[in-house]
Structure formats: C-alpha cells, structure tokens
C-alpha cells in the first residue's frame, strides 16, 4: 500500500479521468452483465486517507508544498528558523496551518530532524481510538541516509530491518533543545514511497501496513470530492454526528436548529465529511450518504440550511461564507463555499456545532 502512494504522489498533481469501461459479470439472476465507468483517479488526500489505520476518526491533511506555493514561498531545508517561523505565520493568516500536528515542533524538527514545513511535501495526521500516526511526504530528493545519522546521533534505536521502527520515546524528545509533539516518539521511513510514519506508540506504528483502512466508503468518497486540497480535515460519519451535531450546543440553539432543520427538510445522517482549502482560497465541504437518493434530497435540505443562520457558531453562515454550487454526484453531496474576507471557514467549521452538518 505505501509503495501504491509513493507512485501516486510522484505523479503530476492534476487530477486524471480515466475513460477505462469495466466488464463486471455478476453471477445471479441469470449472470446479469452490466457496463461502468471507472472512478477518477484518487487526489493525493484520498490517497493518503486510504493508508491509515482502519480505526482512524479524524484526520488533519496539509498539503505542505501547496501551502508553500499559495503563499509565494521559497523556504527550504537550508532556510532559517526565521523564514520558518514566517512561513507558518503566512499560513495562520490564510487558515492554512490549523489541522497540521507539526507546527509548534517546526523550528525543532527543522533543526535536529531536518525537516519541517519548510521542506516536507505533505502531512497526514490520522486519529483514533486505538491510537494516532503522523504520516509525512518528504519528496524525491529527501536525503533518507541524512536522517538515519540524525537519528542515531539523537539517541534513537536503530531497527534491524530498513522498513523498521525506530525507537526514541518521549523522554529523548524532551531532552532536545526544543519541544517536539510525542508523535514524532518512534519512526519508519520508507525510501520506496518517499515516507517517513511516524507516532508515539511503537507498536501500533509497526501494524500501519496490515491495517490501513481502505478506499471503498463514505470517508474515502468524501475525501476524494472535496478535490485538490490545501488543507483539510476528514472525518468518519460516527465522529462527524458526534462532534458536529447540534447536541453539544446549548438549549437555546437546539431548538432553534430543530425549527430550522423541519423547515428545510429530511436529512440523513452522513458516512463521512470533509472541509479542505482549495486553492485559490475557495473551501469545498464533502458529505457522505448512504445511497443516491439520500445525496439528493440533502443537497437540497442541507443547501437551505447552510444559507440561513448559524445557531451555535453564533450568527449566520452568510457572515462567513458566499454558498455557490451544492451538488448531489453519486451518493456525495459537495457544497463550494467563498469565504467572506477575515472569515475562517476551514477552522471554525471543522469542529461543532455546525447546523448543515449535523445528523
């Protein structure tokens, strides 16, 4: 699976259709035979989704060379921890940089790691009950060797194999010259997929491979349809009508929500969610549903609901966002959102209440 991502993230980052027909016979009923098409190709934040573990709830995608590259960037591996600190400010200001796991270790990672913001390609950060990893692109002309001698000079065990872990613990990070968050505890690198996954539990990190989650549900369909993103946060249907709903508001704002969900009608709980930064500096939501037709009914319910006010996040959503094209593809309800100028769409509206979300 991580050799699969590797190759995809090596490849141009415009998004491909394949016109490939598939034969599927389907022994039943008399061995119907029926024609599709296949999907587009995965975006680099599908693909990436696909790779964590099967527990995962939430994830935080930044897409590192395209922040750099929204930004007019020039920061490298060689930069000063100054020009770093500069970058991540750029990237506060654009709502860019609030899902990332890296940010406050960045100027320790530059330093003794010898990568950060500045360099690597992209970071996932995948959650969830079993446990967290940080999974991170480091690019083609990531120099592995470099990092082996860093990490042996820094006190981390070597593994005996290459695809290994290496064990550091969270004592040894803490006695670097500067904080660094305990997922970076215990690392692999993969050379193949030009990988580095890191966590702060080496054994869980060791089973990453054997139980990555897949592309096939509602969680890899709306990571795929929020399309090329900057930054992003994913989450699965079950965290999504937990932590977005309309229950963790308070009396007041419960009513009016149910009020205004009767009045723009039925909706469904989702499979899955996602809110990404495009860029440019649209943001894209991506909903999940069980079927076709549940899609299409909430577009049009949840379409009324994100124009109207906002009872928890207090206001209106029209004093955030511009709502353009709500679309039902499949069982995939997008929404395309201009944020209103020092609006923070992305940040505010990955984290509840959020009345269109809720289930």
Known sequence: MLRRLGALMRRPRRRVVLLVLVLVAVVAGGGLLAWRLTREEPTRLAAAVALAPASTQRFGWTDWSAVRAELGSEVSASSSTEELDALLAAAFDRDLASVSALVESAPTLHTEFGFSPASLDWELFAQGADGAVVFLGVGEDFDFAALRERLRAMGFEEPESADGVWHGGVDLLEGLDGPVTPQLAALRLDEDADLLVSGDDAVFLGQVDEDARGDDDGVAAAAAAVGDAVSASVYTGDYTCAELSMSAADPVDRTRAAELIEAAGDINPVTGFAIAA????????????????????????????????????????????????????????????????????????NQGPVLFATC
């Open 278 to 349: 495009q860029p440019g500096g649209a943001v894209r939501v991506a909903m999940g549903f069980e079927s076709a037709e549940q899609a299409r009914k909430n577009a049009d319910s949840r379409s009324v609901l994100a124009a109207g006010p906002a009872p928890g996040q207090g206001g209106s959503f029209g004093d955030r966002f511009d709502l353009g094209r709500v679309a039902a593809r499949d069982a995939v309800v997008t929404m395309d959102l201009t944020p209103i100028a020092g609006a923070w769409v992305l940040s505010d509206l």
